[in-house]
């Protein structure tokens, strides 16, 4: 049977499988669901699919919401042609052996919730196009090889609620867009990179935070005592860098 005889299916669900036999035709399949053209969902993280993307995932079903291929072992770049599918809302491509740039296009997925591009190779700067994604909840690029600053138009993305850059080769400062992200309520991870400057006094306005970990970079300066007004925050971590730590009598508990 051809999977992709079925044109009405709308959910194709092969995650947690031991398919595909990480070669480098392991992905051609996809080109048959093309025919597909009601699909909104396609699972198939957690397999053996090894290979580069063939460009036919970009003519995928237009209707795709959901595309997870992450815990692979897919490798090359990101299709340029990937933003043909403007209607994803959740991208997850992490744990796999991707590389290159991460694509300046990206900032035109703009109905993103989430994006996962963490455990890959990515190398390059973080396109500053993300802070166009102003739906995004979720965006997780740790464990990559990413440099440059931290892009200030993320501040753009006022949904979003985790983010973790951790354990790249970033530097320059932390923005103080980011402080004004009320909409973190789950956790900002910049740890492991070779970030400089303060903490910013404006971390003070993430009062909605629960976790913060800006370990193992080079930061200087003190603690600003803003921070105890961050007073759900059930996780700090400052290991490893050059703050000078002072506990303010206003702080709580």
Same mark, same amino acid.
């Given at each position: 049977?051809?999977?992709?005889? !079925?044109?009405?299916?709308?959910?194709?669900?092969?995650?947690?499988?031991?398919?595909?036999?990480?070669?480098?035709?392991? @992905?051609? &399949?996809?080109?048959?669901?093309?025919?597909?053209?009601?699909?909104?969902?396609?699972?198939?993280?957690?397999?053996? $699919?090894?290979?580069? @993307?063939?460009?036919?995932?970009?003519?995928?079903?237009?209707?795709?919401?959901?595309?997870?291929?992450?815990?692979?072992?897919?490798? /090359?770049?990101?299709?340029?042609? #990937?933003?043909? =599918?403007?209607?994803?809302?959740?991208?997850?491509?992490?744990?796999?052996?991707? *590389?290159?740039?991460?694509?300046?296009?990206?900032?035109?997925?703009?109905?993103?919730?989430?994006?996962?591009?963490?455990?890959?190779? &990515?190398?390059?700067?973080? %396109?500053?196009?993300? +802070?166009?994604?102003?739906? #995004?909840?979720?965006?997780?690029?740790?464990?990559?090889?990413?440099?440059?600053?931290? %892009?200030?138009?993320?501040?753009?993305?006022?949904?979003?609620?985790?983010?973790?850059?951790?354990?790249?080769? #970033?530097? +320059?400062?932390?923005?103080?867009?980011?402080?004004?992200?009320?909409?973190?309520?789950?956790? #900002?991870?910049?740890?492991?990179?070779?970030?400089? /400057? %303060?903490? %910013?006094?404006?971390? /003070?306005?993430?009062?909605? !935070?629960?976790?913060?970990?800006?370990?193992?970079?080079?930061?200087? /300066?003190?603690?600003?005592?803003? =921070?105890?007004?961050?007073?759900? =925050?059930?996780?700090?971590?400052?290991?490893? *860098?050059? !703050?000078?730590?002072? &506990?303010? $009598?206003?702080?709580?508990?």
């Amino acid at each position: 049977m051809n999977i992709g005889d !079925l044109k009405h299916l709308q959910r194709l669900d092969l995650s947690d499988n031991p398919l595909g036999i990480n070669d480098s035709t392991g @992905l051609n &399949f996809l080109t048959s669901l093309t025919n597909c053209t009601n699909m909104r969902i396609l699972r198939l993280n957690a397999n053996n $699919h090894g290979g580069a @993307l063939p460009d036919s995932v970009a003519n995928l079903s237009t209707k795709l919401t959901s595309l997870r291929l992450e815990k692979n072992y897919i490798s /090359g770049g990101i299709p340029d042609n #990937l933003e043909n =599918l403007i209607n994803l809302e959740n991208l997850a491509m992490s744990q796999n052996m991707l *590389t290159g740039h991460i694509p300046e296009f990206i900032g035109k997925l703009t109905k993103l919730q989430g994006l996962y591009l963490s455990g890959n190779n &990515f190398i390059g700067e973080i %396109p500053p196009s993300i +802070g166009n994604i102003s739906l #995004l909840s979720v965006l997780e690029m740790q464990g990559n090889m990413l440099d440059g600053i931290i %892009p200030v138009s993320l501040g753009n993305c006022r949904r979003l609620q985790a983010l973790d850059l951790s354990q790249n080769r #970033l530097t +320059g400062t932390i923005p103080e867009e980011l402080m004004d992200l009320f909409s973190l309520t789950l956790s #900002l991870s910049l740890a492991h990179n070779s970030i400089t /400057g %303060p903490l %910013p006094i404006e971390v /003070g306005n993430l009062i909605n !935070l629960g976790r913060l970990d800006v370990s193992d970079n080079r930061l200087s /300066g003190e603690l600003p005592p803003s =921070l105890g007004s961050c007073e759900v =925050l059930e996780f700090l971590s400052l290991q490893v *860098t050059f !703050l000078k730590v002072q &506990f303010h $009598h206003h702080w709580k508990n």
